[in-house]
């Protein structure tokens, strides 16, 4: 009887032949001591520096709506006031663009609410950008979350910005020539 630990004989009469054995069916060897596996990208360069720009846009066009945002909250909550271009005062007058108590003019734009809602939207699209140089570049989950918030902190997106972008130019050139995973 065999412990746990211990495998069962091996039936001599279940192996191969010795002699058919060819290379083939030997597996791949091991690697090397000191020896790493080359930088693996999943695109080619010119994919990569294509995400690199598009995310680079976005967190540009996001950084600025994200100010606008701020600025925005500083009226509503600290002035109560918003901004609304066009429409009819309350007192009768036409409004041309103009920062008024929230509900105290009609039929005009609200301003601060597109920006609201420009943000957010365009706060989805830089994550996109950001998802779409993430998988390119192979990095792991942390820096994904890492470059995702940059779009909620001010000024925080010009921040990482620059430095994934820096990052990212910086693998590029040490890594010429980088497999594609695929």
Not at 45 to 68: D, E, F, N, P
Not at 74 to 101: C, H, M, R
Not at 144 to 170: D, M
Request: aromatic fraction near 10%; include cysteine.
């Amino acid at each position: 009887m065999t412990s746990p630990h211990q495998q069962p004989p091996v039936d001599p009469n279940t192996l191969p032949d010795p002699e058919d054995i060819t290379e083939a069916d030997l597996p791949a060897p091991p690697p090397r001591p000191g020896t790493e596996a080359p930088r693996r990208f999943a695109g080619t360069h010119q994919q990569i520096r294509s995400a690199l720009t598009m995310y680079k846009v976005c967190a540009w066009i996001t950084g600025i709506m994200l100010l606008l945002l701020v600025l925005e909250m500083i009226f509503k909550y600290g002035y109560g006031t918003e901004l609304y271009a066009g429409g009819t005062l309350v007192d009768g007058s036409a409004n041309g663009l103009s920062l008024q108590p929230e509900d105290s003019v009609t039929g005009g734009f609200n301003l601060s609410i597109a920006v609201l809602i420009a943000h957010g939207w365009l706060y989805v699209v830089y994550l996109v950008a950001a998802f779409r140089l993430w998988s390119l570049m192979r990095w792991n989950g942390m820096r994904l979350l890492l470059i995702a918030g940059g779009g909620v902190v001010p000024f925080l997106s010009f921040i990482v910005e620059k430095r994934v972008h820096r990052e990212t130019l910086a693998e590029l050139e040490a890594h010429p020539e980088a497999l594609r995973r695929y």
